[in-house]
Protein backbone atom coordinates (compact mmCIF):
# COMPACT_ATOMS: atom_id res chain seq x y z
CA UNK A 1 0.00 0.00 0.00
CA UNK A 2 1.41 3.49 -0.95
CA UNK A 3 0.07 6.86 -0.37
CA UNK A 4 0.76 10.58 -0.64
CA UNK A 5 2.22 11.84 2.06
CA UNK A 6 1.65 15.81 1.99
CA UNK A 7 4.20 16.40 4.37
CA UNK A 8 6.89 14.90 2.32
CA UNK A 9 5.28 15.94 -0.98
CA UNK A 10 6.19 11.83 -2.20
CA UNK A 11 4.28 8.40 -2.43
CA UNK A 12 5.44 6.64 0.99
CA UNK A 13 4.82 2.68 1.44
CA UNK A 14 2.00 2.45 4.01
CA UNK A 15 3.70 1.38 7.34
CA UNK A 16 1.50 1.51 9.98
CA UNK A 17 2.36 2.25 13.73
CA UNK A 18 0.69 -1.11 15.03
CA UNK A 19 1.24 -4.11 13.27
CA UNK A 20 -2.78 -4.59 11.20
CA UNK A 21 -4.74 -1.83 12.54
CA UNK A 22 -5.12 1.88 11.22
CA UNK A 23 -5.64 4.56 13.18
CA UNK A 24 -7.42 7.30 10.85
CA UNK A 25 -8.88 11.44 11.72
CA UNK A 26 -10.67 13.10 9.32
CA UNK A 27 -11.82 16.99 10.15
CA UNK A 28 -15.35 16.76 10.30
CA UNK A 29 -17.82 19.28 9.29
CA UNK A 30 -18.47 22.51 11.07
CA UNK A 31 -22.39 22.28 11.52
CA UNK A 32 -24.24 25.52 11.12
CA UNK A 33 -25.63 24.41 7.86
CA UNK A 34 -26.64 21.56 5.67
CA UNK A 35 -23.43 19.83 4.14
CA UNK A 36 -22.72 21.00 0.29
CA UNK A 37 -21.05 18.11 -2.23
CA UNK A 38 -17.70 19.54 -1.41
CA UNK A 39 -18.09 18.46 2.75
CA UNK A 40 -19.13 15.06 1.33
CA UNK A 41 -16.42 14.33 -1.05
CA UNK A 42 -14.37 14.00 1.92
CA UNK A 43 -16.43 11.47 3.28
CA UNK A 44 -16.66 9.61 0.27
CA UNK A 45 -12.89 9.01 -0.41
CA UNK A 46 -12.02 8.24 3.16
CA UNK A 47 -14.59 5.54 3.78
CA UNK A 48 -13.47 4.37 0.59
CA UNK A 49 -10.00 4.28 2.08
CA UNK A 50 -11.02 2.44 4.80
CA UNK A 51 -13.01 -0.08 2.65
CA UNK A 52 -9.69 -0.70 1.46
CA UNK A 53 -7.41 -0.71 4.43
CA UNK A 54 -10.05 -3.62 5.55
CA UNK A 55 -10.45 -5.83 2.21
CA UNK A 56 -6.13 -5.83 3.00
CA UNK A 57 -7.13 -7.13 6.17
CA UNK A 58 -6.28 -4.12 8.74
CA UNK A 59 -8.55 -3.21 11.73
CA UNK A 60 -9.50 0.39 10.99
CA UNK A 61 -10.17 2.80 13.72
CA UNK A 62 -11.84 5.81 11.93
CA UNK A 63 -12.44 9.27 13.97
CA UNK A 64 -14.15 12.22 12.45
CA UNK A 65 -15.53 15.10 14.64
CA UNK A 66 -18.23 17.36 14.78
CA UNK A 67 -17.25 20.94 15.30
CA UNK A 68 -20.59 22.22 17.25
CA UNK A 69 -19.10 25.37 18.50
CA UNK A 70 -18.33 28.23 16.36
CA UNK A 71 -19.18 31.99 15.24
CA UNK A 72 -20.92 30.80 12.15
CA UNK A 73 -23.16 28.48 14.60
CA UNK A 74 -24.14 31.03 16.90
CA UNK A 75 -24.82 33.84 14.12
CA UNK A 76 -27.18 31.38 12.80
CA UNK A 77 -28.65 29.98 15.84
CA UNK A 78 -29.40 33.87 17.18
CA UNK A 79 -31.02 34.47 13.32
CA UNK A 80 -33.47 31.64 13.89
CA UNK A 81 -34.00 32.08 17.51
CA UNK A 82 -33.17 28.73 18.74
CA UNK A 83 -29.78 27.68 20.84
CA UNK A 84 -26.41 26.63 19.39
CA UNK A 85 -27.55 22.97 20.31
CA UNK A 86 -30.73 22.46 18.70
CA UNK A 87 -28.82 24.02 15.61
CA UNK A 88 -26.12 21.96 15.86
CA UNK A 89 -28.77 18.54 16.79
CA UNK A 90 -30.51 19.04 13.64
CA UNK A 91 -27.77 19.63 11.65
CA UNK A 92 -25.85 16.61 12.84
CA UNK A 93 -28.83 14.19 12.11
CA UNK A 94 -28.81 15.81 8.87
CA UNK A 95 -25.09 14.98 7.95
CA UNK A 96 -25.44 11.60 9.08
CA UNK A 97 -28.79 10.88 6.73
CA UNK A 98 -26.69 12.34 3.78
CA UNK A 99 -23.78 10.03 5.04
CA UNK A 100 -25.93 6.68 5.13
CA UNK A 101 -27.54 7.52 1.74
CA UNK A 102 -23.87 7.92 0.53
CA UNK A 103 -23.77 4.19 2.14
CA UNK A 104 -20.53 5.45 3.94
CA UNK A 105 -20.05 3.20 6.99
CA UNK A 106 -20.56 3.88 10.08
CA UNK A 107 -17.11 5.32 12.56
CA UNK A 108 -15.23 4.07 15.53
CA UNK A 109 -16.18 7.24 17.40
CA UNK A 110 -17.67 10.79 16.39
CA UNK A 111 -16.57 13.23 19.01
CA UNK A 112 -18.39 16.91 19.49
CA UNK A 113 -16.17 19.99 20.35
CA UNK A 114 -18.52 20.57 22.80
CA UNK A 115 -18.30 17.49 24.55
CA UNK A 116 -14.19 18.01 24.89
CA UNK A 117 -14.29 21.05 26.64
CA UNK A 118 -12.86 20.27 29.57
CA UNK A 119 -9.79 18.45 27.61
CA UNK A 120 -9.29 21.10 25.70
CA UNK A 121 -9.38 23.62 28.43
CA UNK A 122 -6.21 21.84 30.30
CA UNK A 123 -4.62 21.29 26.77
CA UNK A 124 -4.44 24.99 26.17
CA UNK A 125 -3.52 25.38 30.13
CA UNK A 126 -0.50 23.10 29.30
CA UNK A 127 0.62 25.03 26.13
CA UNK A 128 0.74 28.18 28.24
CA UNK A 129 2.73 26.61 31.45
CA UNK A 130 5.24 25.57 29.47
CA UNK A 131 5.71 28.62 27.30
CA UNK A 132 3.94 27.79 23.94
CA UNK A 133 1.40 30.19 24.30
CA UNK A 134 0.00 33.27 26.15
CA UNK A 135 -2.89 34.99 27.47
CA UNK A 136 -3.73 38.69 26.96
CA UNK A 137 -7.12 40.18 27.88
CA UNK A 138 -8.57 37.01 28.37
CA UNK A 139 -7.32 35.63 24.84
CA UNK A 140 -4.74 32.66 24.23
CA UNK A 141 -2.21 33.08 21.32
CA UNK A 142 -0.06 29.67 20.57
CA UNK A 143 3.92 30.91 20.01
CA UNK A 144 4.34 29.84 16.27
CA UNK A 145 8.19 30.79 16.59
CA UNK A 146 8.23 28.23 19.20
CA UNK A 147 8.33 25.53 16.65
CA UNK A 148 11.20 25.27 14.40
CA UNK A 149 9.89 23.69 11.22
CA UNK A 150 6.82 25.92 11.29
CA UNK A 151 5.02 25.46 7.97
CA UNK A 152 6.85 22.17 6.79
CA UNK A 153 3.48 20.33 6.75
CA UNK A 154 1.97 23.13 4.18
CA UNK A 155 5.21 24.04 2.48
CA UNK A 156 5.16 27.22 3.40
CA UNK A 157 7.14 29.84 3.45
CA UNK A 158 7.27 31.57 6.38
CA UNK A 159 8.20 35.13 5.25
CA UNK A 160 5.82 35.35 2.98
CA UNK A 161 2.64 33.88 5.95
CA UNK A 162 4.77 36.98 7.71
CA UNK A 163 3.78 39.66 4.83
CA UNK A 164 0.08 37.84 4.18
CA UNK A 165 -0.18 38.24 7.91
CA UNK A 166 0.23 41.12 8.95
CA UNK A 167 -2.76 42.75 6.68
CA UNK A 168 -4.56 41.60 9.39
CA UNK A 169 -2.33 41.46 12.30
CA UNK A 170 -4.14 41.27 15.80
CA UNK A 171 -2.43 43.68 17.85
CA UNK A 172 -2.61 41.41 21.15
CA UNK A 173 -0.29 38.84 18.99
CA UNK A 174 3.62 38.71 19.74
CA UNK A 175 3.66 37.60 16.13
CA UNK A 176 1.41 37.93 13.24
CA UNK A 177 1.45 34.25 12.88
CA UNK A 178 0.72 33.35 16.04
CA UNK A 179 -3.32 31.93 16.34
CA UNK A 180 -6.01 32.15 18.53
CA UNK A 181 -6.54 29.23 21.16
CA UNK A 182 -8.84 30.88 23.56
CA UNK A 183 -11.37 33.65 22.64
CA UNK A 184 -12.42 35.99 25.39
CA UNK A 185 -16.56 36.90 24.43
CA UNK A 186 -19.62 37.51 25.84
CA UNK A 187 -22.15 36.98 22.96
CA UNK A 188 -23.17 32.69 22.53
CA UNK A 189 -22.38 30.17 24.33
CA UNK A 190 -19.00 30.00 25.84
CA UNK A 191 -17.42 28.35 28.96
CA UNK A 192 -15.98 29.54 32.24
CA UNK A 193 -11.83 28.89 31.92
CA UNK A 194 -8.93 30.32 34.44
CA UNK A 195 -8.32 33.08 31.12
CA UNK A 196 -11.78 34.16 30.65
CA UNK A 197 -15.52 33.04 30.07
CA UNK A 198 -15.10 32.14 26.31
CA UNK A 199 -14.80 29.39 23.86
CA UNK A 200 -11.39 27.53 21.86
CA UNK A 201 -9.93 28.16 18.69
CA UNK A 202 -10.34 25.63 15.78
CA UNK A 203 -7.10 24.88 15.33
CA UNK A 204 -6.69 23.29 18.70
CA UNK A 205 -10.24 21.20 19.04
CA UNK A 206 -9.16 18.49 16.57
CA UNK A 207 -5.70 17.98 18.36
CA UNK A 208 -7.27 17.29 21.52
CA UNK A 209 -9.87 14.63 20.23
CA UNK A 210 -7.27 12.95 18.17
CA UNK A 211 -5.38 12.65 21.46
CA UNK A 212 -8.78 11.97 23.56
CA UNK A 213 -9.93 8.92 21.05
CA UNK A 214 -6.33 7.70 19.34
CA UNK A 215 -3.97 8.93 21.25
CA UNK A 216 -0.89 11.53 20.45
CA UNK A 217 0.13 10.41 17.52
CA UNK A 218 -2.21 8.16 14.94
CA UNK A 219 -1.16 6.80 11.28
CA UNK A 220 -3.27 9.19 9.08
CA UNK A 221 -5.25 12.60 9.15
CA UNK A 222 -7.18 13.30 6.20
CA UNK A 223 -9.80 16.10 5.08
CA UNK A 224 -9.80 18.64 2.13
CA UNK A 225 -6.38 20.40 0.69
CA UNK A 226 -8.42 23.68 1.85
CA UNK A 227 -7.13 22.35 5.82
CA UNK A 228 -3.84 22.16 5.08
CA UNK A 229 -2.91 25.55 6.00
CA UNK A 230 -3.39 26.98 8.69
CA UNK A 231 -5.83 24.75 10.35
CA UNK A 232 -3.70 21.56 9.94
CA UNK A 233 0.06 23.07 9.94
CA UNK A 234 -1.46 24.47 13.49
CA UNK A 235 -2.69 21.30 14.32
CA UNK A 236 0.49 19.67 14.02
CA UNK A 237 2.75 22.33 15.89
CA UNK A 238 0.19 22.32 18.78
CA UNK A 239 0.94 18.37 18.92
CA UNK A 240 4.82 18.91 18.10
CA UNK A 241 4.60 21.57 20.86
CA UNK A 242 3.15 19.27 23.74
CA UNK A 243 3.45 15.26 22.33
CA UNK A 244 6.51 16.07 20.47
CA UNK A 245 4.86 14.03 17.22
CA UNK A 246 3.91 15.05 13.83
CA UNK A 247 0.32 13.93 14.93
CA UNK A 248 0.17 11.65 12.12
CA UNK A 249 2.63 9.98 10.07
CA UNK A 250 0.98 10.33 6.78
CA UNK A 251 -1.18 13.43 5.59
CA UNK A 252 -3.53 13.00 2.94
CA UNK A 253 -5.57 15.72 1.52
CA UNK A 254 -8.80 15.18 -1.19
CA UNK A 255 -8.79 17.69 -4.13
CA UNK A 256 -11.76 20.44 -4.24
CA UNK A 257 -14.85 20.65 -6.35
CA UNK A 258 -15.44 23.00 -8.79
CA UNK A 259 -19.17 24.29 -9.98
CA UNK A 260 -19.39 24.21 -14.09
CA UNK A 261 -15.53 25.28 -14.06
CA UNK A 262 -15.84 28.24 -11.28
CA UNK A 263 -14.55 27.14 -7.64
CA UNK A 264 -17.41 26.72 -5.30
CA UNK A 265 -17.77 28.96 -2.70
CA UNK A 266 -20.30 29.90 -0.45
CA UNK A 267 -19.10 33.62 -0.83
CA UNK A 268 -19.86 33.22 -4.69
CA UNK A 269 -23.92 31.94 -3.75
CA UNK A 270 -22.51 28.58 -6.19
CA UNK A 271 -22.74 25.77 -3.57
CA UNK A 272 -24.97 22.78 -4.00
CA UNK A 273 -26.50 20.83 -1.32
CA UNK A 274 -25.55 17.15 -0.83
CA UNK A 275 -28.96 16.14 0.13
CA UNK A 276 -30.58 18.32 -2.78
CA UNK A 277 -28.46 16.69 -5.59
CA UNK A 278 -29.11 13.13 -3.60
CA UNK A 279 -33.07 13.84 -4.25
CA UNK A 280 -32.24 13.76 -7.71
CA UNK A 281 -29.35 11.85 -8.60
CA UNK A 282 -29.18 7.81 -7.36
CA UNK A 283 -26.34 8.11 -3.98
CA UNK A 284 -24.54 5.34 -6.25
CA UNK A 285 -24.79 7.42 -9.46
CA UNK A 286 -22.92 10.25 -7.04
CA UNK A 287 -20.49 7.99 -5.28
CA UNK A 288 -19.30 6.90 -8.53
CA UNK A 289 -18.81 10.14 -9.96
CA UNK A 290 -16.80 11.19 -6.60
CA UNK A 291 -14.78 8.38 -6.86
CA UNK A 292 -14.10 8.51 -10.88
CA UNK A 293 -11.17 11.33 -10.50
CA UNK A 294 -8.60 10.72 -8.60
CA UNK A 295 -8.95 11.90 -5.14
CA UNK A 296 -6.10 14.17 -4.50
CA UNK A 297 -7.14 16.03 -8.33
CA UNK A 298 -10.03 19.15 -8.44
CA UNK A 299 -13.17 17.87 -9.62
CA UNK A 300 -15.40 19.70 -11.82
CA UNK A 301 -19.12 18.82 -11.55
CA UNK A 302 -22.03 19.72 -13.99
CA UNK A 303 -25.34 18.19 -15.25
CA UNK A 304 -23.69 17.17 -18.07
CA UNK A 305 -20.69 15.38 -16.34
CA UNK A 306 -23.31 13.62 -13.86
CA UNK A 307 -25.28 12.53 -16.41
CA UNK A 308 -22.00 10.76 -18.30
CA UNK A 309 -21.05 9.23 -14.83
CA UNK A 310 -24.82 7.83 -14.78
CA UNK A 311 -24.24 6.59 -18.08
CA UNK A 312 -21.21 4.57 -17.31
CA UNK A 313 -22.29 3.40 -13.68
CA UNK A 314 -25.34 2.58 -15.37
CA UNK A 315 -23.72 -0.27 -17.90
CA UNK A 316 -21.37 -1.65 -14.70
CA UNK A 317 -24.60 -2.05 -12.96
CA UNK A 318 -26.90 -3.21 -15.84
CA UNK A 319 -24.02 -5.76 -16.99
CA UNK A 320 -23.70 -7.22 -13.44
CA UNK A 321 -28.10 -7.52 -12.79
CA UNK A 322 -28.25 -9.67 -15.65
CA UNK A 323 -25.44 -11.95 -14.79
CA UNK A 324 -26.67 -12.26 -11.70
CA UNK A 325 -30.02 -13.02 -12.80
CA UNK A 326 -28.72 -15.41 -15.29
CA UNK A 327 -26.83 -17.39 -12.13
CA UNK A 328 -29.97 -17.11 -9.78
CA UNK A 329 -31.93 -18.87 -12.47
CA UNK A 330 -29.46 -21.47 -13.35
CA UNK A 331 -29.12 -21.99 -9.28
CA UNK A 332 -24.93 -21.20 -9.88
CA UNK A 333 -23.44 -19.68 -6.36
CA UNK A 334 -20.46 -19.51 -4.51
CA UNK A 335 -17.11 -17.49 -3.79
CA UNK A 336 -14.66 -17.71 -6.74
CA UNK A 337 -12.80 -14.64 -7.75
CA UNK A 338 -11.19 -14.09 -11.01
CA UNK A 339 -7.90 -13.50 -9.20
CA UNK A 340 -6.10 -11.81 -12.02
CA UNK A 341 -8.78 -9.03 -12.49
CA UNK A 342 -9.20 -8.67 -8.63
CA UNK A 343 -5.18 -8.23 -8.12
CA UNK A 344 -5.28 -5.61 -10.86
CA UNK A 345 -8.02 -3.83 -8.99
CA UNK A 346 -6.27 -4.53 -5.33
CA UNK A 347 -3.33 -3.09 -7.02
CA UNK A 348 -4.37 0.16 -8.47
CA UNK A 349 -6.41 0.79 -5.63
CA UNK A 350 -3.13 0.70 -3.23
CA UNK A 351 -1.28 2.78 -5.32
CA UNK A 352 -2.80 5.82 -3.82
CA UNK A 353 -6.20 5.11 -4.28
CA UNK A 354 -5.62 5.21 -8.18
CA UNK A 355 -9.22 4.86 -8.70
CA UNK A 356 -9.08 5.55 -12.64
CA UNK A 357 -6.87 2.95 -13.20
CA UNK A 358 -9.30 0.64 -11.19
CA UNK A 359 -12.14 2.14 -12.83
CA UNK A 360 -10.26 0.77 -15.97
CA UNK A 361 -9.79 -2.86 -14.26
CA UNK A 362 -13.61 -2.23 -13.67
CA UNK A 363 -14.58 -1.95 -17.30
CA UNK A 364 -12.70 -4.57 -18.30
CA UNK A 365 -14.46 -7.11 -16.38
CA UNK A 366 -17.58 -5.65 -17.49
CA UNK A 367 -16.50 -6.32 -21.23
CA UNK A 368 -15.52 -9.79 -20.56
CA UNK A 369 -19.11 -10.41 -18.94
CA UNK A 370 -20.58 -9.06 -21.70
CA UNK A 371 -18.88 -11.01 -24.11
CA UNK A 372 -20.27 -14.27 -21.90
CA UNK A 373 -23.74 -13.31 -21.79
CA UNK A 374 -23.63 -13.04 -25.62
CA UNK A 375 -22.37 -16.65 -25.95
CA UNK A 376 -24.94 -19.39 -26.64
CA UNK A 377 -23.33 -21.49 -24.59
CA UNK A 378 -23.00 -19.53 -21.47
CA UNK A 379 -19.81 -20.25 -19.62
CA UNK A 380 -21.32 -19.99 -16.00
CA UNK A 381 -18.03 -20.69 -14.07
CA UNK A 382 -16.59 -17.84 -15.60
CA UNK A 383 -19.65 -15.94 -15.40
CA UNK A 384 -20.03 -16.65 -11.74
CA UNK A 385 -15.76 -15.69 -10.76
CA UNK A 386 -16.05 -12.13 -12.60
CA UNK A 387 -19.32 -11.23 -11.37
CA UNK A 388 -18.11 -11.54 -7.81
CA UNK A 389 -14.66 -9.86 -8.25
CA UNK A 390 -17.09 -7.15 -9.92
CA UNK A 391 -19.14 -7.57 -6.56
CA UNK A 392 -16.00 -6.81 -4.36
CA UNK A 393 -14.75 -4.41 -6.03
CA UNK A 394 -18.10 -2.64 -5.64
CA UNK A 395 -18.06 -3.14 -2.30
CA UNK A 396 -15.03 -1.37 -1.77
CA UNK A 397 -15.74 1.94 -3.50
CA UNK A 398 -18.78 1.83 -1.35
CA UNK A 399 -21.26 0.71 -3.64
CA UNK A 400 -23.23 -2.48 -2.24
CA UNK A 401 -25.26 -4.87 -4.07
CA UNK A 402 -27.78 -6.74 -2.13
CA UNK A 403 -27.90 -10.97 -2.70
CA UNK A 404 -30.34 -11.78 -5.83
CA UNK A 405 -32.67 -14.48 -4.91
CA UNK A 406 -35.26 -15.93 -7.42
CA UNK A 407 -38.70 -17.98 -6.70
CA UNK A 408 -39.81 -20.58 -8.30
CA UNK A 409 -42.70 -18.43 -10.05
CA UNK A 410 -39.99 -15.79 -11.02
CA UNK A 411 -37.95 -18.45 -12.83
CA UNK A 412 -41.40 -19.26 -14.42
CA UNK A 413 -42.39 -16.02 -15.52
CA UNK A 414 -38.62 -15.50 -16.79
CA UNK A 415 -38.42 -18.33 -19.03
CA UNK A 416 -41.94 -17.75 -20.17
CA UNK A 417 -41.10 -14.33 -21.03
CA UNK A 418 -37.95 -15.99 -23.32
CA UNK A 419 -40.00 -18.67 -24.80
CA UNK A 420 -43.28 -16.17 -25.65
CA UNK A 421 -40.11 -13.89 -27.55
CA UNK A 422 -39.18 -17.12 -29.28
CA UNK A 423 -42.69 -18.18 -30.25
CA UNK A 424 -42.96 -14.37 -31.71
CA UNK A 425 -46.05 -13.84 -29.11
CA UNK A 426 -44.84 -10.37 -28.57
CA UNK A 427 -48.04 -9.40 -26.90
CA UNK A 428 -47.93 -11.98 -23.98
CA UNK A 429 -43.99 -11.66 -24.25
CA UNK A 430 -44.23 -8.33 -23.45
CA UNK A 431 -46.78 -9.11 -20.16
CA UNK A 432 -44.25 -10.89 -19.25
CA UNK A 433 -41.61 -8.36 -19.34
CA UNK A 434 -43.66 -5.90 -17.66
CA UNK A 435 -43.98 -8.39 -14.45
CA UNK A 436 -40.65 -8.80 -14.45
CA UNK A 437 -39.76 -5.07 -14.81
CA UNK A 438 -42.00 -4.90 -11.36
CA UNK A 439 -40.47 -7.41 -9.40
CA UNK A 440 -37.36 -6.02 -10.16
CA UNK A 441 -35.95 -8.60 -12.08
CA UNK A 442 -35.47 -6.66 -15.64
Known amino acids: MRIYNTKTLRLEEFKPLTPGEVKMYVCGPTVYNHAHVGNVRPVVVFDTLRRLF ?7 KYVSNYTDVDDKIINEAFKRHISEQELTDEMIAAFNEVRHLLNAKDLYKTPRVTETMDDIIEFIQELVMRGYAYEVDGDVFFRTNAIDDYGSLSSQNIEDLKVGARIEENSKKESPLDFVLWKKTDFGIKWSSCFSKGRPGWHTECVVMIHKELGNLIDIHGGGKDLRFPHHENERAQAK ?10 WMHSGMIDIEGVKMSKSLGNTIIAKDILAQVDPRVLRWFLLNTHYRSDLNISETMLQSAEK ?6 NCLHQSLIKLALNNISGEELDIESYKRFIEAMSDDMNT ?5 VIYDIVKNMNQLLRTK ?10 ANTLLKALSILGI ?15 NDWI ?3 AEKDFAKADECRNLLIQRGIL
Open 54 to 60: EALGYKV
Open 241 to 250: ALYKTDLANY
Open 312 to 317: EYNKVA
Open 356 to 360: PNAYA
Open 377 to 386: DLDMPSLLKY
Open 400 to 414: EYPPLSLSDEDRQLY
Open 419 to 421: RFK
